[in-house]
């Protein structure tokens, strides 16, 4: 069924797939080939490592934090980039493996690095990838909003800790993360009124071994088997009171399906709109 619902998305001007058409990860369970196979990895020289998920064929959706250069708050060169595909094991690589450049960065125009309002990006790649694969497949996305306690899961690659010089590691896993309200997540003792109605928090206040973790911000939530969030902050790796946040999508399928069409190729060195 999944094969008839994505055929559709093989043209670059497709419209993001949905029903009616990791950051580091701390614990967790290890996934099986193909057991989320929109998930990839993006590498640069800038942010070691970030998440994405696959929305079309030639599409990535991931934060937006993870393309513009760290001090200087402004786009990176799409040539840093790479994204891995098709595989769970980074270092390992397997026939599986699909291997893709970036050729245009897309970067929501009112991104606020402070806030991390609007924080998205669409990156375009050079090479589709393969329609028929067994383990790569753009997402479903969601589009009905979701009651608390929803039972969500992201999946990424990580380390079991945040410190500066943990180790990656190279397996994909993954972890469960109900969905949290907001008046709970914007407690003052937890993320202080900074999830906005734009924002989905999920995971859990208390300290938890199994939980995102810093350096895998871009990877995408999903709940009932469908994209719903990009990971934005709160990557806490197992701290109490530092449950994730993630940009959530059903409020900005607009903007992501109208970046599928663009012709344009912001510049190394653009910066989002003041606001």
Known sequence: MKAIVFVVLAVVGATFASEDASSRITGGTATLPGQFPAAVSIDSPYNLHCGGTIINLRHILTAASCVMHPTSHTLINPFWLRVIAGDVNLVTSSIRREIRNVTHLFVHPNYNRNTFNNDLAVLRVNTPFPEIHNT????????????????????????????????????????????????????????????????????????????????????????????????????????????????????????????????????????????
């Open 136 to 275: 790569i497949e753009p997402a479903i996305g969601n589009t009905r909003v979701l009651p608390d306690s929803t039972q969500c899961q992201y999946a990424g690659w990580g380390a079991n800790t945040n410190a500066a010089n943990a180790p990656l590691n190279p397996i994909q896993r993954v972890v469960n993360v109900p969905t949290l309200s907001t008046a709970v997540c914007n407690a003052a003792n937890v993320h202080a009124n900074r999830v906005l109605s734009t924002m989905i928090c999920a995971g859990s206040v208390a300290a938890t071994p199994n939980t995102v973790c810093q350096g895998n911000a871009g990877g995408g939530l999903f709940c009932n088997g469908q994209l719903t969030g990009v990971l934005s902050f709160g990557m806490g790796c197992g701290a109490a009171n530092q449950p994730g946040v993630y940009i959530d999508i059903r409020q900005y399928r607009q903007w992501i399906n109208a970046q599928f069409t663009r012709t344009d190729n912001p510049a190394p060195g653009w910066t989002p709109q003041p606001l």
